[in-house]
């Protein structure tokens, strides 16, 4: 009896501790707290082995704070006012919709490359996904539900430009893999032509287990799926709920894929699963001792011929389709 007590005991302490840690653990992922902005980010930088990319990202980011732009809103189909920057340009070819990564801010990522964008002769729309800077939204979905916003993103963008003006996605880090799960999605308006998804995973499910391994050592059960009874309960989305792996088999729109070598965050083996799975047109660009989101910074040259070389083939080809 004596036996039997202590082990009901030190289950009970084993159940309440892995309770206590999900939660946790899923506070720490999903739980808005205002973390991640560009200010918070670039000193995270400044103190890490990658400084030396942070004159870069500051010029960038300070030109992005500079640049004419306007504060434009859309309502979430759950009744969030979510916020993005609009860019316009008179002469523009089409709209590009930039798509930051998890706790991050569409400034920050994207402060050495929207330029280039927008000297390509496009609009830029940089949003702020839902949970994320002036968003509404108490959780982050991890491309989820964010797939939605971003379909209604472009339904606000052609209410501007109009139905026939070509739309790009862009998307880092988690923004990429909300790219990813929206071009699968039967929603997806007809004018986007294209995206570029740049170290995305292929859900979350797969990186929680990833990081839970390599970071937290520890074992995906019991703790994981302890976290995704909170997700379902609180977000109404599970963590396996969307996988790019699948929904790139409904791809119709070309998509370049970049991943740096040497990301740990994202492990590189994802983007090849999900390039593996695409089914549309679409092509691999890796770059070698790039870290999570770094790719454009560690080898530019390549990149920006990369980018201007899949960019200019999207309008082509929209040309001989039409």
């Known amino acids: 009896m004596l036996f039997l007590k202590i082990t009901l005991a030190v289950l009970a302490v084993l159940f309440v501790t892995s309770v206590a840690l999900s939660a946790y653990l899923f506070r ?14 670039l000193e995270r930088l400044k103190k890490s082995d ?42 523009a070819k089409g709209t590009l919709i930039m798509v930051h990564g998890w706790r991050s801010r569409v400034a920050y990522d994207f402060s050495v490359i929207w330029q280039k964008y927008r000297d390509m002769g496009y609009n830029l729309l940089g949003i702020e996904q839902r949970a994320i800077g002036a968003s509404e939204g108490k959780y982050i979905c991890f491309g989820v539900k964010e797939q939605l916003d971003l379909i209604d993103w472009v339904k606000y963008i052609n209410g501007r430009c109009g139905e026939d003006s070509p739309v790009i996605f862009s998307g880092i880090s988690m923004g990429s893999s909300t790219v990813m799960f929206a071009i699968g999605n039967e929603e997806l308006p007809g004018n986007v032509i294209g995206a570029i998804a740049d170290c995305g995973f292929t859900s979350a499910h797969d990186e929680f287990c990833h990081l839970l391994r390599t970071s937290y050592h520890l074992p995906r059960f019991p703790f994981l799926y302890i976290a995704n009874v ?49 089914a549309s047109r679409c092509e691999f660009f890796t770059v070698k001792d790039a870290d999570h989101g770094m790719s454009y910074l560690v080898d530019r040259e390549n990149g920006d011929r990369r980018l201007t070389a899949f960019l200019n083939s999207l309008h082509t080809q929209n040309e001989c389709e039409s």
């Open 50 to 91: 990658l400084a030396r990319f942070a004159p870069a990202i500051a010029e960038g980011l300070a030109a992005f704070r500079a640049a004419e732009k306007e504060d434009v809103y859309i309502t979430s189909r759950d009744g969030l006012r979510l916020h993005g920057y609009f860019l316009p340009r008179e002469d």
């Open 230 to 278: 909170f997700a379902k309960l609180f977000c109404g989305f599970t963590f396996n709920e969307c996988n790019s792996t699948k929904t790139l088999k409904n791809a119709k729109v070309p998509v370049l894929f970049i991943h740096g070598e040497a990301d740990g965050f994202v492990p590189i083996e994802f983007t090849k699963r999900s390039y593996e799975a695409c």
């Open 28 to 41: 720490f992922a999903c739980r808005r707290d205002g973390r991640g902005n560009e200010d918070e980010n």
